[in-house]
């Protein structure tokens, strides 16, 4: 199945969990905890998503590289700058899809469109 989501003037979040919801099946019948449905979520207008000034300065991603000292942080401003908005939508359905060997599968069939 392939499902497509318009961002154009939504929230980062709501398409967030729109797209893990159906990424993970929970909008089916046959919904099973323990396999990645065969679904294509494409997310397109990721350009044209809203986000507010205040949560483009206090979003901060963090990540340590393993060594002393090694904290390394930026805004969500600074990664839509760097990369595009593609990049947050994935970070935040990466963050919603559960925490097993199925999300690398799941996010796989995860396509974002500016």
Known sequence: MNYTIDAQ???LG????????LLMGKNTVTYKPNLAPGVTVTISNA????ISEGKRSDKIYRRYTGYP????????????????NAEIIKKAVYGMLPDNKLRK???ANLVIEE
């Open 9 to 11: 003037g939504k929230k």
């Open 14 to 21: 709501r398409v967030a969990s729109e797209a893990a919801k």
């Open 47 to 50: 350009s044209k998503l809203s």
């Open 69 to 84: 000292g090694g904290l390394r942080e930026e805004s969500l401003g600074e990664v839509v700058d760097k990369k595009s």
């Open 105 to 107: 599968e799941m996010l």
